[in-house]
């Protein structure tokens, strides 16, 4: 099955609209020697990770990634990589003439070379050269392989500091830097170590940055060394964490849905959960009804303002909202790690959005709960979903309490509060929703907005959340973690 295009999708800063992403290799404008390295590997046409970081690596832009092992990402950054050093390819026997431009850095030897491997592939036909140094092996042979030169080094931060150490490998040349699983390094006390490579890199250089999480340390890591980066995210396909407990509930109608997201929260005793709705006006409704019902609701989405949006999720991270209803796009960027459950009270248009939303709870080996509604309009973004995760979501029916003369009282009553919404904008066509789009546009400067980059913290441990997968990981650090600010030289305090 071929990777979706759907799935790709830009942080709000500087998305690259999805028309313009190219489905070809073709039209990336990539040399024949690499399209035709990328044709033998029979990879047809660009994953999303790949439709969007190839042409901004190309630009020469740094990049900060949310992608992990699986999208492609590989190809992601080594074809542009590659491309960009052609100029320097040549057939000369001289080491001199093969200095190191590239350097790929990952925490584990596996990684290592398994991206090395790629490179290798990839660049088969280019007369660039690539090699690889890790831990744990004989050192000698490594040494010999730097001394025959190489444009594109992946290396783990331990040995490649050996190397360095015993001057078997010079990075005055190296400007261009990708950090892969940054998450990972980072876990893994790879912090001092990234720091002294860092030193002895070119000032002037692209970096890359990839993680499948977005911790604040991560975030500091990411200021500190990416220059105006472009933000990219994708799901993975079929990406669903098994360890996040998924039902489907089918319900009468829209009425019955407001209802059913209360019920569920008491009688699951959720004691906090993300909604998401695909629509704004949804979103506000919803919280506003459920207000009604007596539990603590608020919603975000695109049209309230910076401050109450910030306002909000500060309520939520302090645990005085219990429910926070919000769109795909308001809830994007945000870190939620250790959220018990996700409601979703509309199945999302696009089946990788539910992966995201799902994606919410159930981080780091936690356990998690993603309950859906659905009525028969949601049949075919179900069945989507399904075909994405490869396998059946069983539907189950929900019966919802509430008499329908009460759902009817608070119809009319949502109708009272939204009159004003609904006669400024009585028409519903397309034309419509695109004029009020423009009216409205996106807020502008997304990438200062904090609301965008703040992590949740669950309200019970204010600070840093510790999850048993990190704890275990931790346990077995090679070295004392310390805060990411100190070690990149001062930065924010903590
Ligand atoms: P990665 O996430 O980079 O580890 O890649 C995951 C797998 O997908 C690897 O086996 C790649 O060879 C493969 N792959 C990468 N890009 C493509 C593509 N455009 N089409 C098909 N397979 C791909």
Same mark, same amino acid.
Request: aromatic share 4%.
């Given at each position: ?45 660009? +994953?999303?990770?790949? @439709? *969007? $970081?190839?042409?901004? !690596? /190309?630009?020469?832009? &740094?990049? =900060? ?102 001057? +078997?490998?010079?990075? @005055? *040349? $190296?400007?261009?830097? !990708? /950090?892969?699983?940054? &998450?990972? =390094? ?309």
């Amino acid at each position: 099955m071929p990777f979706s295009h759907r799935a790709a999708r830009t942080a709000p800063r500087g998305p690259v609209p999805a028309i313009l992403l190219s489905n070809t290799f073709d039209s990336f404008g990539l040399a024949e020697p690499i399209l035709r390295a990328v044709t033998e590997l029979g990879y047809r046409e660009p +994953t999303p990770i790949q @439709a *969007q $970081a190839i042409p901004v !690596v /190309l630009q020469g832009r &740094d990049v =900060m990634g949310a992608a992990q092992t699986g999208t492609g990402k590989t190809a992601g950054f080594a074809l542009p990589i590659l491309q960009r050093l052609m100029p320097h390819a040549n057939t000369s026997a001289s080491p001199a003439r093969h200095p190191v431009r590239a350097l790929i850095l990952a925490p584990t030897r596996e990684l290592a070379d398994q991206i090395h491997e790629n490179v290798r592939q990839y660049a088969r036909y280019t007369g660039l050269r690539s090699a690889v140094v890790f831990g744990g092996v004989d050192i000698k042979p490594q040494i010999a392989a730097l001394r025959q030169g190489c444009e594109v080094l992946i290396a783990t931060p331990g040995r490649l500091l050996d190397h360095m150490g015993q001057k +078997t490998v010079s990075l @005055a *040349q $190296a400007d261009m830097l !990708v /950090l892969d699983e940054a &998450d990972r =390094m980072l876990d893994m006390g790879f912090l001092p170590d990234i720091q002294r490579i860092l030193h002895a890199l070119p000032e002037q250089r692209q970096n890359l940055m990839f993680s499948a999480t977005f911790s604040s340390d991560i975030r500091r890591l990411a200021s500190s060394f990416l220059n105006d980066p472009q933000v990219i995210e994708v799901a993975r396909r079929n990406a669903a964490a098994e360890n996040v407990e998924q039902r489907i509930y089918r319900v009468a109608d829209l009425e019955s849905k407001r209802a059913a997201v209360a019920q569920l929260v008491r009688e699951r005793e959720l004691a906090q959960v993300i909604v998401f709705t695909n629509t704004k006006i949804g979103a506000g409704r919803l919280a506003r009804q459920l207000e009604r019902d007596g539990l603590n609701a608020a919603a975000i989405h695109g049209d309230k303002s910076q401050q109450e949006r910030l306002a909000t999720l500060d309520s939520f991270k302090k645990g005085e909202i219990v429910v926070l209803v919000a769109t795909d796009v308001a809830a994007r960027g945000l870190d939620i790690a250790e959220l018990p459950a996700v409601i979703n009270y509309d199945l999302p248009y696009n089946a990788e959005d539910y992966v995201h939303r799902i994606g919410r709870t159930g981080r780091a080996g936690a356990s998690g709960l993603a309950l859906s509604l659905m009525t028969g309009e949601d049949e075919r973004h179900h069945a989507d979903i399904e075909k994405l995760l490869g396998r059946k979501l069983d539907v189950e029916r929900l019966e919802v309490a509430g008499s329908a003369r009460g759902r009817e009282r608070e119809r009319d009553r949502d109708r009272r509060e939204s009159g004003t919404e609904r006669r400024a904008r009585p028409a519903r066509s397309g034309a419509h929703s695109r004029a009020r789009e423009a009216a409205h546009p996106a807020p502008a400067g997304y990438s200062n907005d904090p609301f965008f980059f703040e992590p949740y913290v669950p309200a019970a441990s204010p600070g840093e959340v510790e999850t048993p997968v990190l704890e275990a990981e931790r346990a077995s650090a090679r070295r004392p973690r310390r805060p990411v600010a100190a070690l990149l030289g001062g930065g924010k305090k903590r």
